[in-house]
């Protein structure tokens, strides 16, 4: 579907753009699916007992990180379903630190997250699936900004392969 391919810089705000661009592919079915990919590869490299590791004192531990992935992509599921069925409420943004903080990751088994992140990115794949092509072209303001309901897709894509860089690059190396 023609409505599924990589959204244009017009149709999404600067600090989506970046996280679209770190999207894989020309599909955003097919992008959600690679992010997980990277993901699970990513997952499978951190060493056994580290999931409450930080790499520096003021940074999140790995399950916060996690934990924010999903708390994210659930905002951004949101707000597609929102602008996909019409409402023209602007939608607040959110505090990804305070989240993080009253996240109980801590208190959490780190596979109970990663299941939590599967159930949730089947629920996008779900979700960007039922979407016509009108409805992936709708649009929406959250935190101030506009965007496309697709934008929203491939940013949820992009926002993993990110956060997997900064996995493999600040606390696995």
């Not at 939608?91 to 997250?113: C, K, M, T, V, Y």
């Not at 990115?121 to 779900?126: I, T, V």
Request: glycine letters at 6%; one cysteine or more.
């Amino acid at each position: 579907m023609e409505a599924l391919v990589r959204p244009t810089t017009d149709e999404m705000p600067p600090y989506l753009a970046g996280y679209v661009a770190k999207a894989e592919g020309n599909d955003l079915l097919h992008a959600l699916q690679k992010a997980s990919d990277t993901l699970w590869d990513t997952v499978y490299r951190i060493p056994t007992g580290m999931a409450g590791h930080r790499y520096a004192p003021d940074k999140w531990t790995i399950r916060e990180l996690f934990q924010h992935l999903v708390d994210t992509e659930r905002v951004f599921q949101y707000r597609a379903l929102s602008f996909a069925r019409g409402d023209t409420t602007p939608l607040p943004g959110f505090d990804e630190n305070a989240w993080a903080a009253a996240s109980r990751a801590e208190e959490r088994e780190f596979h109970r997250i990663l299941r939590e992140h599967d159930q949730v990115r089947g629920a996008s794949l779900a979700l960007f699936r039922s979407f016509g092509p009108d409805q992936l072209m709708a649009k929406g303001t959250a935190d101030g900004k506009a965007c496309t309901v697709r934008t929203l897709g491939w940013a949820i894509a992009g926002h993993v392969v990110h956060h997997m860089t900064v996995v493999r690059e600040r606390y696995l190396s």
